[in-house]
């Protein structure tokens, strides 16, 4: 998942960006709001992390034109404004989250992951598919070539999570985080996370002409469409 941070500071956005790539995310880095609104119109971002006190075009201006735009790509405000006037001024502009500094780096990743999964309503597919493999998020079934499957709770929100990152390499230490929601990865959890990876896999996979989940060893799984 691709993340920008648009942050004048040199120093805090390389800080950021280490961190950021250390927990497994693609980062960009704009130093001004020119350079970050030009970034988003060319590329895709799961995420955009923006400084308010910019050269030349602040980050409430970039926001404001960006939802004008409507772009619903989540936003995470960051910024040495802590006024409640601030705050209030960068959600009604169309942040999804604010953060003042000085923060603390958990801190932040917390916030980010619960913004990636949260996602924002408009962006998130309601209908998940990969080749013969459908999801419906909302009806709860899954289909593989018309056949219906049935999961359990834990495999449905595996294989949702593995949907939404087809074709990406998906780790145990993301999966420990995001869908058991432990932030400190242990054997005896990557043993229940190998149980419940080989269940799924079984259900969806058996008796079908190719797998769609592949382990990466030493890594972690990946679902792909055949010949990718």
Known sequence: M?????????????????SLE?????VDIAHTGEDGFFLVNERHFDLILLDVMLPGRDGFDVLSTLRKRDLQTP????????????????????????????????????RIR???????????AVVLKAADLEMNVV????????????????EFELLEYLLRRQGTVV?????????????????????????HMTRLRKKIDQGFAYPAIHTIRGVGFILREPNR
Do not use: C, H
């Not at 691709?2 to 004048?8: A, G, K, Q, S, T």
């Not at 250390?22 to 693609?26: A, I, N, T």
């Not at 953060?99 to 990743?109: G, Y």
């Not at 619960?114 to 998130?124: F, T, V």
């Open 114 to 124: 619960a913004m990636l999964r949260r996602g924002r309503g408009e962006q998130r």
């Open 22 to 26: 250390y927990e497994g995310f693609d």
């Open 75 to 110: 936003v995470l405000i960051l910024t040495a404004k802590d006024t409640v006037e601030d705050r209030v001024s960068g959600l009604d502009r169309g942040a999804d989250d604010y953060l003042v500094k000085p923060f603390a780096v958990p801190e932040l990743l917390a």
């Open 139 to 154: 009806t709860r079934d899954v289909l593989r070539g018309g056949q219906a499957i049935d999961l359990t709770a834990k």
């Open 171 to 195: 780790t145990r230490e993301m999966l420990a985080r995001d869908v058991w929601n432990v932030s400190v990865r242990a054997v005896p959890l990557d043993n229940v996370i190998d149980v």
């Open 2 to 18: 691709r993340i920008l941070i648009v942050e004048d500071e040199t120093k805090l956005a390389q800080a950021l960006k280490e």
